[in-house]
């Protein structure tokens, strides 16, 4: 059953101007993330014959990321519960950039891969703190839009991160990606730290979530598992994909990549204008679109006017998953939201280890070709077990208006757990 939380009217942390400001502040942290994470990707087959590796080794340093996000997620959220969120998510941040820089000069593979394992540590508690501690500065009716601006940064990586990196890489070697990335990182971290207010995460309005539903929790923790493994196959051997069967060249990479990523900002765009009040709609659009891109990139993508098409389909779609899941998550966590972020962070990385580790050996075994073929049957399950979700339970109230008045219990009630 489907019941909101009795709590009083939600008081703003900081005033709506200054939220705005910290929202750019974490998109922008969210692209750096999302643009450590996803470079091995872009820098596919640069770093391999460098590091006298395989595709399908680089493929397994995002691999390796995911995992220690998986794991990390929900220990991390559960020690820093009670630290003031600048704290957390500055050292995140710096972190993250000594890391890089280490991954940057590191020597070998396994010296590199140390180094984006610690970065791992540090984007799995970023996550668990950024999504609660952002949205909360917000009332509850744009809830949903915010959680759509922050993925923009999302977005963005692709769009301009890992078209960027991968052009630098060509022109000045894959390592000088990294340094970029490092300095970077350095200078967001000095932005958060200044930034975001001094408060605890029971000091925010989303502590606690308007609806708890135990079973629409887990089941959209499954939908996640399956969305995200079906489509990270393509995301991790997207480089590859595209020069061994659709013909394109390794100077091509560029501009494919910032074809889809552009595809994800205009998604991320125009989910913003509708998650709120269809967030069920969204979420069932979304999974048939990816579905129908990976399928047809597996059909016709030999074509490379088809293939490039069917790209720019599922980045624009992918690019809406992680706000538009995140979004009910935080209407039905049956306990703190920053665990419940915390567990669905842990899935979501489940499914970027088992997205790329199916895509490394589908790719060495049969041929990369046959990624986007298995990539489509998987997010056709997550679209099934969301039907079934919405047909055998109540509905899910709307996130609008009337949720202003209707928020988490704060300080005291997450004090207590």
């Not at 917000?138 to 963005?156: C, H, K, T, Y």
């Not at 390794?250 to 552009?262: N, R, V, Y």
Request: aromatic share 8%; net charge positive.
């Amino acid at each position: 059953m489907t019941t909101p939380t009795t709590s009083r009217p939600f008081v703003p942390v900081v005033d709506e101007r200054r939220a705005t400001v910290i929202l750019v502040a974490m998109a922008i942290s969210t692209f750096l993330f999302v643009l450590v994470e996803s470079l091995p990707s872009g820098l596919l087959t640069l770093m391999a014959p460098d590091l006298g590796r395989s595709t399908s080794e680089i493929g397994l340093l995002v691999t390796g990321y995911a995992l220690v996000v998986l794991v990390a997620s929900v220990p991390l959220a559960q020690w820093t519960k009670r630290v003031p969120r600048r704290w957390v998510l500055s050292v995140c941040v710096g972190v993250a950039a000594l890391a890089t820089l280490w991954a940057a000069f590191a020597p070998t593979y396994e010296q590199i891969m140390a180094a984006r394992l610690i970065t791992a540590l540090a984007q799995a508690l970023f996550w668990v703190a950024v999504i609660p501690a952002t949205t909360g500065l917000f009332r509850p009716a744009v809830r949903g839009r915010v959680m759509a601006r922050l993925a923009v940064g999302n977005s963005l990586a692709p769009v301009l991160g890992v078209p960027a990196g991968t052009w630098l890489g060509q022109q000045a070697g894959w390592r000088t990606t990294f340094w970029a990335v490092a300095a970077l990182s350095a200078v967001i971290f000095v932005i958060v730290i200044v930034m975001f207010p001094l408060v605890r995460p029971s000091e925010g309005g989303a502590s606690r979530a308007p609806f708890p539903h135990r079973r629409r929790f887990w089941t959209q923790l499954l939908t996640t598992v399956f969305v995200v493994t079906g489509s990270f196959g393509l995301i991790t051997f997207v480089t590859q994909l595209l020069q061994d069967v659709a013909g394109y060249r390794q100077e091509d990479m560029s501009w494919l990549l910032l074809i889809q990523g552009g595809a994800g900002v205009v998604g991320a765009l125009v989910v913003a204008r509708f998650i709120d009040r269809h967030h069920t709609a969204v979420l069932l659009t979304i999974l048939t679109l990816i579905t129908v891109a990976l399928g047809l990139l597996w059909l016709v993508g030999s074509n490379p006017v088809a293939a490039v098409a069917c790209l720019a389909l599922f980045g624009f779609a992918f690019s809406t998953v992680p706000p538009t899941l995140s979004h009910r998550i935080m209407l039905v966590a049956p306990g703190s939201t920053d665990i419940g972020i915390g567990l669905h962070s842990s899935t979501f990385n489940l499914g970027i280890a088992a997205g790329s580790g199916l895509g490394a050996a589908l790719t060495a075994a049969v041929g990369v070709h046959a990624v986007p073929a298995v990539g489509a049957g998987l997010v056709l399950l997550a679209l099934v077990v969301t039907v079934v979700e919405e047909r055998t339970n109540a509905p899910l109230p709307q996130h609008g208006h009337e949720l202003d008045a209707t928020v988490a219990p704060q300080a005291a009630e997450v004090a207590a757990d």
